[in-house]
C-alpha cells in the first residue's frame, strides 16, 4: 500500500526498529520504515493490514515523501559515523521543521553537535534512549526523549502510547534540552553494568560456597524476586537457570564462556563521571570485570601459578541470607551513584533532569525497572534538593540493617578468593561517602611536598603551602 501521510518514519529494520515500528502500528498509527536490506522490507511490508498500518522502501526518497509534515524520522541505527551518514542521506529530501529522532546509544556529545549542525538547515534533531531490548521494543519500552521541547511534543502521542506503562502511566517523558535524553540512557546503563555484576558475583558466591545447583539458583532467584529485590534482572537470573543447552545435556548456562562484552554504554558513563568528578566506583569495577574477563588466557594462566584458599565453610541458609541483604544494599549504592551523577551532570551540562520523573519512567518496560525505583522516585519527590539518595530518610532505613551482612560477606568473599569487587566497591563507596574523616590530609601533604600543591587548614580559611624539611 501506498500512503503519503504516514504518522511515523523509521529508519533500521533490525530486530530493534521493526519492533518497534510494529508497537507504533499496533497502537494505531500508521508507521513507514527503510532499510537497506530488501529482506527486511519485504519482512514489513508483510505485517501491514487494515489495522496494522505498516509499510517500507529501500529508496530513501520514497521512505521520505510517505510521510506527514511536519515529517517525524527515527534512527535506530549503530551509534557512530552511521549515525551521521544516514542524516546526511536524509538532508536532501527534507523540508524546514521536520524532526529526526536519534533511539540508539549515542555519545550525549555527539548528539549536541548533530543537534547544533541540524539546527543551522532547519531540521529539529533530538536524542532519545529506548531501553528493553527487543521484546521491550515490541510490547513496550521505557523511551527517553531529551532535545527541543516543541518538537518533541509532535512525536509524543505516539511515544506515550508506545512506551510501557506502570499504573497506567507511560513511562516516557521530556527529560531536558540538548543531549538530556541520550545522557540518561548512558548513565542507565551505566546502572545496568552494576546490577548485572553484583547479580553475577552473588552467584559465584553462592556456587563456590555450597556448591548449589542450578534448580536451587532458580527457586532462590525467583524468591528474591518476590521481595524487595523484585527486578526484571533478578527474574530474568531465575529463569536462565532453567534454560537447557540444545547441544547438550546440560544447563546451558554452564556451557556459556565466561567472557562478558561490552558496546561501550558502562564504559562513557564511568570516563564521564571521572570528567564531573563524581565517584561511581560500582560501575567502575563492574565495567573493568568485563575487560578482566576478556582475558580468559591469561586468567588461565594466572591461575596455575598461585595458590587459591579453599571456600569457607558457612550454613547454606545464613550464606544465601547474606547474599540477599548483600545484594539488596549493593542494588541502593549503585542506584546512588547513578543518581548522584545524573544530578552532577544536570547542572553541568544545564540539563534540568528530574530525577523522580526519570526513575518513574525507569519503573516499567527497562532492563533496571525495580521495585526499589518506586521509593527512589518518592525521595526525590519529597525533597527536590536531595543530594544523593543515601540522604533520603527512607533509604537511611533501608540500608542500615544490610550493613553488617555486607561486612560479613566481605570478610566471607576475602578468606575464601572468591572476587567480589562490586560488592567490596559498594561497600567501600558506603564507607568513604559516611566518612566524617578520610586520610586525604596526608596526600596533600605528600602533593604539596613535592609538588607545591598547597593544602587547606582545618583551623582557619585560606590556601597554605609549607617550605618542608630539605628530605628530596
Known amino acids: 500500500m501506498q500512503n503519503k501521510e504516514y504518522d511515523f518514519g523509521l529508519i533500521g529494520l533490525g530486530v530493534m526498529g521493526r519492533n518497534f515500528i510494529l508497537n507504533v502500528a499496533d497502537n494505531g498509527f500508521s508507521a513507514y520504515g527503510y532499510d537497506l536490506d530488501k529482506e527486511k522490507v519485504d519482512a514489513l511490508k508483510a505485517e501491514g493490514s487494515k489495522e496494522h498500518v505498516v509499510d517500507a522502501s529501500t529508496d530513501i526518497e520514497t521512505f ?24 546526511e542521506n536524509l538532508l536532501p529530501h527534507l523540508d524546514k521543521d521536520d524532526i529526526i529522532i536519534d533511539g ?8 549536541d553537535r548533530r543537534e547544533a549542525y541540524l539546527k543551522e538547515k532547519g531540521i529539529h ?3 532519545s534512549g529506548v531501553s528493553g531490548g527487543a521484546k521491550g521494543a515490541r510490547r513496550g519500552p521505557s523511551i527517553m526523549p531529551g532535545g527541543n521541547e516543541s518538537a518533541y511534543k509532535h512525536v509524543q502521542p505516539i511515544f506515550e502510547a508506545v512506551a510501557a506503562k506502570f499504573k497506567g502511566e507511560p513511562c516516557v517523558a521530556y527529560l531536558g534540552p540538548k543531549s538530556a535524553g541520550n545522557y540518561v540512557k548512558m548513565v542507565h546503563n551505566g546502572i545496568e553494568y552494576g546490577l548485572m555484576q553484583l547479580t553475577s558475583e552473588v552467584y559465584d558466591i553462592l556456587r563456590k560456597t555450597c556448591n548449589i545447583s542450578n534448580a536451587e539458583f ?9 521481595g524487595r529485590l523484585q527486578s526484571f534482572l533478578v527474574e530474568i537470573t531465575s529463569e536462565i537457570f532453567t534454560q537447557k543447552d540444545d ?5 546451558l548456562v554452564d556451557m556459556i564462556l565466561d567472557k562478558a562484552k561490552q558496546k561501550g554504554t558502562g564504559k562513557w558513563t564511568s570516563q564521564n563521571a571521572m570528567d564531573l568528578g563524581i565517584p561511581v566506583p560500582t560501575i567502575d569495577i563492574a565495567v573493568s570485570m568485563r575487560e578482566i574477563s576478556a582475558l580468559k588466557d591469561e586468567r588461565v594462566a594466572a591461575d596455575e601459578l598461585y595458590d587459591r584458599p579453599k571456600p569457607v565453610n558457612m550454613d547454606k541458609e545464613d550464606i544465601i541470607e547474606l547474599c540477599e541483604n548483600s545484594l539488596y544494599f549493593s542494588f541502593i549504592m549503585t542506584y546512588a551513584q547513578g543518581l548522584h551523577q545524573l544530578a552532577d551532570a544536570s547542572e553541568a551540562y544545564k540539563y534540568d533532569l528530574d530525577l523522580s520523573v526519570i526513575a518513574k519512567i525507569w519503573r516499567a518496560g ?14 526525590f519527590t519529597q525533597d527536590k534538593d536531595l543530594i544523593n539518595l543515601l540522604f533520603a ?9 544490610t550493613v553488617a551482612s555486607v561486612r560479613k560477606l566481605a570478610v566471607h568473599c576475602a578468606a575464601s578468593g572468591i572476587p567480589a569487587p562490586g560488592i567490596y566497591n559498594s561497600l567501600n563507596y ?24 598547597t593544602y587547606e587548614r582545618i583551623d582557619r580559611e585560606g590556601i597554605f603551602h609549607t617550605e618542608w624539611n630539605d628530605v628530596l
Open 430 to 453: 558506603f564507607d568513604a561517602y559516611t566518612s566524617s574523616h578520610l586520610p586525604l590530609n596526608l596526600i596533600q601533604a605528600q602533593r604539596d611536598l613535592f609538588g607545591s600543591h
Open 247 to 251: 547441544l547438550t545435556d546440560k544447563d
Open 218 to 226: 532458580h527457586e532462590i532467584f525467583k524468591k528474591w524476586n518476590s
Open 125 to 127: 534533531f533530538f536524542g
Open 366 to 379: 527497562c532492563i533496571i525497572r525495580a521495585a526499589l525505583l518506586e521509593d527512589i522516585s518518592s525521595a
Open 104 to 111: 540508539g546509544n549515542s555519545f550525549f556529545t555527539d548528539t
Open 64 to 87: 521520505v515523501l510517505a510521510l506527514a509534515k511536519p515529517r517525524k524520522i527515527m534512527l535506530l541505527v549503530p551509534a557512530g559515523k552511521i549515525v551521521d551518514a544516514v542524516i
Open 393 to 401: 530518610p527512607a533509604f537511611v532505613e533501608k540500608v542500615k540493617p
